[in-house]
Nanobody
Framework: QVQLVESGGGLVQAGGSLRLSCAASGRALSRYVKGWFRQAPGKEREFVAD????????NYADSVKGRFTISRDNAKNTVYLQMNSLKPEDTAVYYCAAKRSDFDKDYDYWGQGTQVTVSS
C-alpha cells in the first residue's frame, strides 16, 4: 500500500527553523516527483515546492524562495523541506505529495499533513 507520512512539524518562533520529512512506502514512489503544499485556516491549499526524482530540478513558490529548501534522499525514499526564517504567515498544515512525472498536472498520492505554527 502506497503511503506518505509527514513529520517534523511543531511550534516555532518567528525567525526560527524547522525541517519537515516525508517518508514514502512503496518502491515506485522513489522515482516520483515529490512536492510540498500547505493549507492555512480558511484558505485554499497552495503549492510550496517540488523536486524531480533525480533532484535536478526544484521549484518554489515566490513566498518561500530563499527561505525554504526542498531535497530528497531516494535511498531512504524520503523528501525534506528545510524551512528557515519562518514567518507567522507560514503557519499551516503542510502536506507532501507525489506524482509520476513533471508532465502530470495532478498529484497522485498525498500524506495526512503535519501542523506548523509560527508565533510572532
Amino acid at each position: 500500500q502506497v503511503q506518505l507520512v509527514e513529520s517534523g512539524g511543531g511550534l516555532v518562533q518567528a525567525g526560527g527553523s524547522l525541517r519537515l520529512s516525508c517518508a514514502a512506502s512503496g518502491r515506485a514512489l522513489s522515482r516520483y516527483v515529490k512536492g510540498w503544499f500547505r493549507q492555512a485556516p480558511g484558505k485554499e491549499r497552495e503549492f510550496v515546492a517540488d523536486i524531480t526524482w533525480g533532484g535536478g530540478r526544484t521549484n518554489y513558490a515566490d513566498s518561500v524562495k530563499g527561505r525554504f529548501t526542498i531535497s530528497r534522499d531516494n535511498a531512504k525514499n524520503t523528501v525534506y523541506l528545510q524551512m528557515n526564517s519562518l514567518k507567522p504567515e507560514d503557519t499551516a498544515v503542510y502536506y507532501c505529495a507525489a506524482k509520476r512525472s513533471d508532465f502530470d498536472k495532478d498529484y497522485d498520492y498525498w500524506g495526512q499533513g503535519t501542523q506548523v505554527t509560527v508565533s510572532s
